[in-house]
């Protein structure tokens, strides 16, 4: 029984450690995109892979 509850902390922790990681680097990510779209919308639009559609006149 103990074998068991460690499994389940062991799970639990690992669960949170790594959506503690994914939310770092994701937030980091998602606000410096934020910053340098406000800066330079150009740049941030080529990292992103943004492609502007063309108008069918």
Known sequence: MKFIGFLV???V????FS???FLGLFVGYWLTLIGLESVNPKIAH???GHKEEESAE
Do not use: S
Request: aromatic share 8%; charged share 0%; no cysteine.
């Open 9 to 11: 902390f062991l799970v």
């Open 13 to 16: 922790a690992l669960m949170g």
């Open 19 to 21: 959506m503690l990681a």
């Open 46 to 48: 080529a990292i992103i």
